[in-house]
C-alpha cells in the first residue's frame, strides 16, 4: 500500500502541474485582439514561488523547470533562458521558505518581488547583451508591479483554497522521518 504521505505529495505535484498548464492555457487564448495598456502578472512565477515556499517537495526541480520550458516554447520566447534565471530565483526562495521559522507574509512578498524584478533585470540584461529585440522598459516595469500585487492573492489561493500550507516540524510520514522540506 502507498504511504499517505507519498500519495499526497504525488496528488499536490499533480494538482501543481494541471495548475500551471491551466494558466499557460489562459495565457495563450486569444481573448483580445487589441493590445492591452498594461501588462498583466505573471501568475505562473507567483504559483511556482508560493509552492516553492510553501512545500518545496510538492514542486520538484525537475518539474518546475519542465513547466518553465514548455511555457518558452509555447510562448516562443528564447527557449531555456527564463527556466536558467527562474530556477536561480526559485531556488534562492526555497533555501528562505526552508528555513524553521516562518516568514511574515509582507517578507514574503517583498522577497519573492523583489527576485521578480531581478529575473526580469537579468531577462532583460542578457536579451540586450545577446542583441534579442525586447519589450521597451515601461511595459516590463509594469508587469513587474502587476506581478507583484498579483502575489497576495496567489498565496491566499494556495492557502485556502488549495491547502497548501507549510509543513509544520511536527509532520511526519509512515516511516517517522520528518516532512519538513
Not at 25 to 37: N, Q, V
Not at 76 to 103: D, H, I, N, Q
Not at 153 to 158: N, P, S, W
Request: aromatic share 10%.
Amino acid at each position: 500500500m502507498v504511504d499517505p504521505v507519498t500519495l499526497r505529495r504525488f496528488l499536490y505535484r499533480c494538482l501543481f502541474l494541471a495548475l500551471c498548464t491551466f494558466v499557460i492555457f489562459l495565457k495563450m487564448l486569444p481573448l483580445t485582439t487589441e493590445p492591452r495598456l498594461v501588462p498583466g502578472p505573471d501568475l505562473l512565477f507567483c504559483i511556482t514561488a508560493a509552492w516553492v515556499i510553501r512545500r518545496p517537495r510538492w514542486a520538484p526541480v525537475l518539474l518546475v523547470v519542465l513547466v518553465l520550458v514548455v511555457a518558452d516554447l509555447l510562448f516562443m520566447r528564447p527557449v531555456g533562458l527564463w527556466p536558467a534565471l527562474g530556477l536561480l530565483a526559485f531556488e534562492y526562495l526555497r533555501r528562505k521558505g526552508s528555513e524553521p521559522t516562518e516568514l511574515p507574509p509582507i517578507v514574503e512578498v517583498g522577497m519573492v518581488s523583489a527576485s521578480f524584478a531581478a529575473l526580469v533585470a537579468m531577462n532583460a540584461l542578457v536579451h540586450a547583451v545577446m542583441g534579442i529585440p525586447q519589450a521597451p522598459a515601461l511595459p516590463q516595469v509594469l508587469h513587474v508591479v502587476m506581478t507583484c500585487l498579483a502575489y497576495p492573492f496567489v498565496i491566499a489561493f494556495t492557502m485556502f483554497v488549495l491547502q497548501v500550507r507549510r509543513a509544520k516540524a511536527t509532520d511526519v510520514d509512515s516511516r517517522g522521518r520528518g516532512v519538513m522540506v
